[in-house]
């Protein structure tokens, strides 16, 4: 991959990191504010639900932020854009509109045929 195009996907993955980080506080101080408000009307079953549900978008959130932050470590130690499961190169495009993918188109259709395989014999 060439360095600007590596650069531009850099932007891109910090970009997205920080808009998650920002929203993931607005959903948080958004919450509070609405617990606030309704306090006196809702009772302890509502109250653990948004509990839960923020839980839950912190958790996808979490898990969304890791796979950036894994990313841009590897774009310093090189190992960006490398399929992980068979090693090739993962194309530009793929990333551009992916930038956290870890496995090359091939790998990532056979594992989702792979899956669909697994679910229907479940
Ligand atoms: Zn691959």
Known sequence: MEQDQLDDLKNLL??????????????VSGLKDQENAYADLVDQASNDASQEFLFRIKDRESRLINKIKDALERIEDGSYGLCETCGEEISFGRLKARPVATHCIVCKTAAEKMEKIVNMTK
Do not use: P
């Open 14 to 27: 910090i970009s997205q990191l920080e808009d998650l980080v920002k929203s993931g506080q607005e959903t």
